[in-house]
């Protein structure tokens, strides 16, 4: 099993057909066998591109490199699109739109020579931190099918975490690349509102909490996969006027210093998320680094914005609108935030001065500590559907968030990095730098990689009987 080519990394599977080692359909043909073999167990893989990704393969073959990942496969989340395949978005009424062209993240991906292999599954609209939709159905967690896979790009995390693609793309407004990263073992790069073109289906332009916060990125199972990744899709594109072209890589801080995030008031993180955290502050102190426990900024400030800054897309009429579209429960869920936030109403100029000065705070605490490393999730892996609970699923939503949100509303990156298995879970640190420097979040985290190496890819535990 260690040989075989679905276990390999993009890097690693890249390097393998340059050198000629394997053939491109040996490693598309490698994973479509994988799938076949294991998304009964786990839904991650909505729809498989077999004719076109064969077709591919064996085009790379036949022809010169064409980019850094030539030849090698990778999965798109169904909100994404991608020319030949449905942007359901997780729901019926989109069970067929079509794309007219691809989103600038997979215009530049299929430029370096990668190929579309499937298509992966999310909750309705992407409006979960759990995978389920009446469209494509539940994406169960591979290490245990009881507890949520994370969401939003939940079926892309299962479909890594168990060997079905090496790479992938998601997005991310609240911690939808990092959620199921955490869950499902895997690692994920937010990166910097701006870094990376976020163009939403069909070109459809979105409100002010979209604009601001909703971030595309790289999902893999090494760091090695997610910089590649990210030299390939940043940039400028026209279709996104909020993008832009930035170095991807700053000036190496003096001296070098990290924080450890051990502690968020108002929550018990679990015993081995602060036992992984400090564990990579001892590799980085082994690596010339000074680390020092401290608290975030203003977290609760910061959470309190985020959702104010979301609630501002969610008038009465938007709100109807999505009603719908979704599943009742998903419904109230989202009127939730709308309803509290109105409950204790901020005036939008408030709310933009506010997000403007916690960067201002957060930019200045990255100044004393350019590397922070704390907890993904406040909690572990919850029971499914534990969100959509009327009385606690909003607070348990947001509360499990409390350390993800910064990255989202004041347009920071982060990489999720899985570290080890406690008690048959995952566990993981999440990395933080300012912004435009995800290049130190993924030189730390690829520092704590070395000791504690991916847990995945991994058979899916078989669902009950």
């Not at 215009?107 to 759990?130: C, Q, S, W, Y």
């Not at 594109?237 to 832009?244: A, E, Q």
């Not at 900024?297 to 999505?322: G, H, K």
Request: aromatic residues 4%; charged residues 20%; contains cysteine.
């Amino acid at each position: 099993m260690p040989d075989a080519l679905w276990t390999r990394t993009a890097v690693e599977l890249a390097a393998l057909i340059r050198d000629r080692e394997v053939s491109s359909r040996e490693v598309v043909q490698a994973h479509l066998d994988r799938i076949a073999e294991v998304n009964g167990q786990v839904n991650a893989v909505t729809l498989v591109l077999e004719e076109t990704a064969l077709a591919g393969a064996d085009a790379a073959d036949r022809s010169e490199n064409s980019g850094p990942l030539h030849g090698v496969p990778f999965t798109i989340k169904e909100n994404i699109d991608c020319v030949g395949s449905p942007t359901t978005s997780g729901i019926p009424a989109l069970a067929d739109a079509l794309p007219p062209s691809d989103a600038p993240v997979v215009e530049r991906m299929k430029r370096a020579g990668a190929i579309p292999l499937a298509r992966t599954n999310l909750p309705e609209l992407g409006g979960r931190l759990d995978t389920d939709n009446p469209l494509r159905g539940r994406t169960f967690n591979p290490w245990n099918p009881a507890l949520t896979p994370g969401g939003s790009s939940g079926g892309e995390a299962a479909a890594l975490a168990t060997g079905m693609s090496p790479i992938g793309l998601g997005n991310d407004i609240l911690g939808s690349l990092r959620n199921p990263a955490y869950c499902c073992g895997i690692t994920s790069l937010k990166p910097s509102a701006g870094r990376i073109p976020c163009v939403l289906s069909m070109g459809v332009d979105a409100g002010m909490a979209v604009q601001a916060m909703l971030v595309e990125g790289p999902m893999a199972r090494s760091v090695a996969d997610l910089r590649l990744g990210l030299s390939v899709l940043a940039g400028r594109d026209v279709r996104d006027p909020r993008s832009v072209d930035a170095p991807l890589e700053g000036p190496v801080p003096a001296p070098r210093r990290a924080a450890l995030i051990t502690n968020i008031p108002g929550f018990e993180l679990p015993a081995a998320t602060v036992a992984e955290i400090r564990r990579a502050g001892e590799v980085l102190i082994a690596d010339g680094w000074s680390v020092e426990e401290v608290q975030a900024p203003e977290l609760d400030r910061v959470n309190q914005i985020w959702s104010y800054v979301m609630a501002a897309d969610m008038d009465e009429q938007a709100l109807q609108e999505q009603e719908a579209l979704v599943t009742p429960q998903l419904a109230a869920l989202h009127r939730q935030i709308s309803e509290r936030t109105a409950s204790a109403p901020l005036a939008n100029s408030v709310v933009h001065a506010e997000r403007s000065r916690l960067s201002r705070v957060w930019s200045e605490f990255f100044g004393a500590y350019p590397v922070a490393v704390g907890p993904t999730w406040t909690c572990l892996p919850w029971p499914i559907d534990s969100d959509l609970d009327p009385e606690t699923g909003m607070d348990l939503t947001l509360g499990t968030a409390h350390f993800i949100s910064p990255a989202n509303v004041l347009g920071l990156p982060s990489v999720a990095l899985a570290t080890g298995v406690a008690d048959g879970l995952p566990t993981g640190v999440q990395v933080y730098a300012d912004r435009w420097r995800e290049d130190l979040c993924l030189a730390a985290a690829e520092q704590i990689e070395t000791a504690s190496p991916m847990p995945t890819p991994i058979d899916p535990v078989p669902l009950a009987d």
